[in-house]
């Protein structure tokens, strides 16, 4: 699965982001690690093999977010 993934910015008035990239970046590994723990604790309904295949993609998602942004800083 390598499709681009666009996320909208929150900015205000003056173009001031309202979330930074670390902030997105943690909220997609906890969704994702989230997710896992329900399967884990024996909730109904979620499919296990479903539920990894997700979290490993958050995870990625957000390792993307966080190099993009990295690369940004240094300039490259």
Do not use: F, Y
């Amino acid at each position: 699965m390598n499709r681009e993934v666009t996320l909208p910015l929150i900015v205000d008035d003056r173009g001031t982001l309202q979330v930074t990239a670390a902030d997105v970046s943690k909220l997609l590994r906890r969704l994702g690690g989230r997710w896992v723990r329900l399967v884990e604790e024996g909730e109904q309904g979620l499919d296990e093999d479903t539920v990894a295949a997700l979290a490993i993609e958050l995870a990625k998602l957000a390792d993307r977010i966080d190099v993009a942004c990295i690369a940004h800083s240094s300039g490259s």
